[in-house]
């Protein structure tokens, strides 16, 4: 399976509009997040987006996608799901099978109505197949995991596919979660700034998360603009994990070995 970061932003993305702070204004092309999404390609070629934010048509054609299999949303959060009609595209050979928990379904359903009416017919509009997703679903040869948590009060889903989870914008992750997440090869969790927040990890508590969970290696994202790549990552280095560290970044691709799958 392997994987690739299309966004690593906050909700406003950095640069921030009208911001000219020394991270917006930074040459490191590591230090522009788009909102946070990413892709997996599965071993058996499955086509798989975890959420489809504000900038999903220039992820899509940076990253060459070409075809998709599914979209696991996390929530529906503008930064999470405000480019889903950007799809389309992708949906003319077939309706892309869509799959979040029953409230944020609930909430696609209306924020979205015209895609899941009648009207618009021939055309206009992207076909989407919405599931309520339970426990989780299987798409292809590839099993995914709902992993519930919280952001603030808000309940949401982090996914787990194989030896890789993504928990983004969570501030707690529930025992009943935790023990969906023995084993990883790659731990990807929210990681907003070093200051805390009602509803997001800080860096402190995402590093707490991940030397209790004892990942393989442990990629932060859904990063705002008060830390460079470069400081967050010497931040992560001298924390002292057992395990690699550091800040994922928009372009960041990974492999996860087929054993654990
Ligand atoms: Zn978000
Ligand atoms: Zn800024
Ligand atoms: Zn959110």
Known sequence: MRLRFLGTGTSHGVPV????????????PRDTRYRSSVFVEGDGGEAILVDAGPEFRLQALRARLTRLDALLVTHAHADHVHGLDDVRPLTRGKPLPVYASRSDAEELRHRFSYAFGHGQEGGGKP???????????????VRVVAVPLLHGQRPILGYRLGGFAYLTDCSAVPDSSRRLLGGLDLLVVDALRLRPHPTHFSVDEALALARELRP?????????????????ESYCD?????FPAGPAYDGLEAEIPAKRQ
């Open 127 to 141: 076909r989407l197949e919405l599931s309520e997703i339970d426990d989780g679903a299987t798409v292809g040869g």
């Open 216 to 232: 393989g290696r442990l990629l932060l994202t859904h990063i705002c603009h008060d830390l460079t790549h470069v400081e967050l």
């Open 238 to 242: 001298a924390a002292g994990l057992p």
């Open 17 to 28: 509009i009208g911001c000219s702070c020394r991270v917006c204004s930074s040459d490191d």
